[in-house]
């Protein structure tokens, strides 16, 4: 169909991307994949490839980005962005956030398209303030190992106002919470999937630190709906989409014992350095501007999550490393 609306999303077979192209097929538009598979997996929209308006492109955002034809819209959500992916590749998590940025700005300058980036609640850092506003700087160690994922998102933003400011381009920026939902990586290191992934292979549940440490977490459709109202508000400062519903590590993992009914332990590892101690997002400014908030609680999220991670195979839950394997 000629008029339908185009969508470049980066990152497209990631978790959050690849939410994100159901999203816009679902809302006709014509969607432009893109991803190096470097964290992303094609499992996760391998059923859109039969779709005449889905097309997918292997391709490096940070490296020169070229489209045919006309654009609309474009999300970039390209970008390692768990822990243990970020310190495995520090120089591309760098690049994707900085080179990858600015040839994605240089791209919708050029096609005249409305481009929304993915921050993240990282550029926060491990915050003195709780929760956290817009408004506040935050407290980032540039040269810790989270530098490399924290300083390519502040420059993100940065360069993403200044292609605005100077050069007239509709931006959006989003800073993302901790989110979660059906595939995530089993092996990502993150939180949820340690924890699930752990629960099933019978293993003890590792606590980083005491486990007094906060998150708040949001179920990837909320979040993937805050995504779409930003996308079509007129909204150009940051804007902080996430689950004020705040809980201690410890908690949580009680919670996935209790979700998974395991009798599994918790077990105490050290803490990574520079592990934010507190995390809860202020949205104050997505309920007012967007009429946004949370649809879905904790336990209703968890419950699909988990349906979906005891639905993988075997093989997969038990090799922590699965994706690896295969690269
Ligand atoms: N964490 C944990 N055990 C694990 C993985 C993570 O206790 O096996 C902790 C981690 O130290 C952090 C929190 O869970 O305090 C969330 O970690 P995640 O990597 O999911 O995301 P972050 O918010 O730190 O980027």
């Known amino acids: 169909m000629e008029n339908r609306k185009r969508i470049l999303i980066t990152g497209a077979a990631g978790f959050l991307g690849s939410h994100l192209c159901d999203r816009y097929i679902k809302e006709g538009f014509h969607v ?16 859109l490839f039969p779709l005449e308006n889905f097309e997918f492109y ?12 006309k654009l609309d819209y474009i999300l970039h959500f390209a970008s390692p962005a768990s822990p243990i992916d970020y310190l495995k590749i520090p120089i591309q998590t760098l690049k994707v956030g900085s080179l990858g940025t600015h040839n ?28 956290q506003p817009e408004e506040y700087w935050g407290n980032v160690n540039p040269v ?14 940065a360069i993403t106002m200044a292609y605005h400011t100077f050069h007239s381009v509709e931006t959006r920026i989003i800073r993302i919470f901790n989110t979660y939902g059906p595939r995530m990586r089993l092996n990502d290191g993150r939180v949820l999937p340690a924890f699930i992934g752990q629960a099933l292979r019978g293993e003890e549940l590792t606590v980083f630190g005491d486990g007094s440490q906060t998150r ?6 909320d979040l993937v709906e805050g995504i779409h109202r ?4 007129d909204y150009v400062q940051p804007m902080n989409i996430g689950n004020p519903d705040e809980i201690t590590i ?15 332990q918790l077990v105490s590892k050290p803490l990574p350095t520079d592990d934010p101690k507190q995390r809860r997002p202020d949205i104050t400014k997505a309920r007012a501007i967007l009429g946004w908030e949370p649809k879905v609680n904790r336990a209703e999220g968890l419950k699909i999550t988990y349906e979906y ?7 997969e839950i038990q090799h922590k490393d699965f994706a690896y394997y295969n690269k």
């Open 58 to 69: 292997n391709h490096d955002v940070s490296k020169y980005v070229h489209v045919s034809g």
């Open 250 to 264: 410890r908690q949580f993992g009680e919670e996935i014992i209790k979700l998974t009914g395991t009798n599994q």
């Open 216 to 221: 708040s977490f949001c179920y990837v459709d």
């Open 309 to 315: 991670f005891k639905s993988l195979p075997d093989i």
């Open 230 to 233: 930003l996308l079509l508000s």
């Open 104 to 131: 994605l700005l240089g791209l919708a300058k050029d096609k005249k398209a409305r481009i929304l980036v993915a921050s993240t609640s990282e550029v926060y850092g491990d915050p003195n303030v709780n929760p």
């Open 144 to 157: 810790g190992p989270r530098g490399v994922y924290d300083e390519a998102k502040r420059f993100q933003e």
């Open 32 to 47: 432009i994949a893109m991803d190096n598979l470097i964290t992303g997996d094609l499992r996760n929209i391998e059923h």
